[in-house]
Nanobody, 118 residues
Framework: QVQLVESGGGLVQPGGSLRLSCAASTFTFSNYNMNWYRQPPGKERELVASISFSSSSTNYADSVKGRFTISRDNSKNTVYLQMNSLKAEDTAVYYC???????????WGQGTQVTVSS
């Protein structure tokens, strides 16, 4: 079983920045494609950003392009989401998701709250 633990959430003002981290409990971390999802209050879960196992490919939702950056450090079993120019619409619970690149098994973190408000 892969355990994912998110951290770095909190309360920030509009225009501020925040970096989320997701630490995985497996030494085969490099075999997983990683995703960040978010779920705003009262809304459906949505995919925010993705990164391939080798970091050779990244994808972003249109709403965060140019503001968010996903990255990973396989030596630390950690994926990051750097969030800049935050807006109130970014308020949500953010979830880390791991999908094995071959077997397609997936795992979820517990989520971390991000609140953007003045």
């Amino acid at each position: 079983q892969v355990q994912l633990v998110e951290s770095g959430g909190g309360l920030v003002q509009p225009g501020g920045s925040l970096r989320l981290s997701c630490a995985a409990s497996t030494f085969t971390f490099s075999n997983y494609n990683m995703n960040w999802y978010r779920q705003p209050p009262g809304k459906e879960r949505e995919l925010v950003a993705s990164i391939s196992f080798s970091s050779s490919s990244t994808n972003y939702a249109d709403s965060v392009k140019g503001r968010f950056t996903i990255s990973r450090d396989n030596s630390k079993n950690t994926v990051y989401l750097q969030m800049n120019s935050l807006k109130a619409e970014d308020t949500a619970v953010y979830y880390c998701n791991a999908v094995h690149r071959l077997w397609k098994s997936d795992y979820w973190g517990q989520g971390t709250q991000v609140t953007v408000s003045s």
